[in-house]
């Protein structure tokens, strides 16, 4: 089902419908000078919901012009190759480090295979390639001109190396995926993204700084919606993102396997949410837009990749 939310004059945020739920995974609309741009369409799963509610923000999908990438995890660009396939007109931009997951979609698949198992095609739907002919890439300052607007390309890595937001600096309202975090509607809690394989501390934190030096107005995430504390939500996000690999990597150090320290994170951290919701289905919504086995799983990743000597007891 279509649920479709207009934001500001010329663009619209999507809530697409991930196991049964709403407003934890989304895409936003920019429609201007007969342009029309998809910024993250989402998974596979859920190209039909996207569609429907382009059209129900009263436009055609067939006159989609643009779809622009934060990155390229399944859940912000999975519908891509399927998307292109359909919509004619639609050109892809994504950064470079990107192009390459969508051009050959083999390795993302396989690896998504062995995470998700039985389950890939219901969460995941088709994941097809895109024509190279119908890709863009992007780098950090390119600027586009999209829809009436005039976006800043910035490349944000450390929630994933091929990450970028985009800067709409005239009307102050900034794309930024997930490299701001997980904050869901209507509760006050951020969390980290964490997945594997490319998370790097040093790198996001950088990419914080650059966000909070862009000073927008309005922050759009990917799960889910807008911010408009914004210097209040980066600072919550910077201070979680390093305590939980602090206490991440005490955890490695004192030799606990994968599943103990999912289990010591979850004792740690789920209080953290109670105290500012008491509903239990709040929790599982969180989980679905960030679970604590990838977040642990990046972590840990990240640590014996960037700081393997860390790891010695000392
Ligand atoms: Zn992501």
């Not at 999507?14 to 739920?21: A, N, Q, V, Y």
């Not at 201070?239 to 990597?249: H, M, N, R, V």
């Amino acid at each position: 089902m279509a649920k479709v939310t207009q934001i500001s004059p010329g663009a619209w945020q999507i809530s697409l419908p991930f196991l049964g739920e709403h407003e934890i995974v989304g895409s936003y609309l920019l429609a201007g000078e007969n342009e029309l741009a998809i910024i993250d369409p989402g998974p596979g799963s859920t190209l039909e919901p996207l569609l429907a509610s382009i059209r129900a923000a009263g436009f055609d999908p067939q006159e989609v012009t643009h779809i622009l990438a934060t990155h390229v995890h399944l859940d912000h660009a999975g519908a891509t190759g399927s998307l292109v396939r359909q919509l004619p007109k639609a050109q892809v931009y994504v950064h470079s480090k990107g192009t390459p997951h969508l051009v050959d979609t083999t390795k993302v698949v396989s690896s998504a295979s062995r995470i998700y198992g039985d389950h890939m095609h219901m969460l995941w739907g088709d994941i097809e390639s895109t024509p190279v002919e119908r890709l863009h890439t992007l780098e950090g300052g390119d600027i586009l001109k999209v829809a009436g607007r005039r976006l800043e390309v910035h490349y944000t890595p450390g929630h994933a190396i091929h990450h970028v937001v985009f800067f709409d600096a005239h009307s102050g309202e900034l794309f930024v995926g997930d490299v701001a975090g997980v904050k869901l509607p209507g509760v006050d809690y951020v969390r980290p993204p964490t997945p594997p394989p490319d998370l790097d501390l040093e790198a996001w934190s950088d990419s914080i700084s650059l966000i909070r030096s862009l000073r927008p107005d309005i922050l759009y995430l990917g799960h889910f919606g807008a911010v408009k504390e914004v210097p209040q939500h980066l600072g919550r996000l910077r201070e979680k993102l390093s305590a939980w690999g602090d206490f991440i990597l005490e955890a490695m150090r004192n030799g606990k396997n994968e599943a103990e320290i999912i289990a010591l994170v979850i004792e740690k951290t789920q209080p953290e949410l109670q105290r500012v919701t008491r509903d239990a289905h709040t929790l599982q919504r969180y989980e679905i837009a960030s679970n604590y086995a990838m977040t642990v799983q990046g972590y840990m990743r990240y640590w014996r990749k960037k700081h393997p000597a860390r790891l010695q007891a000392s």
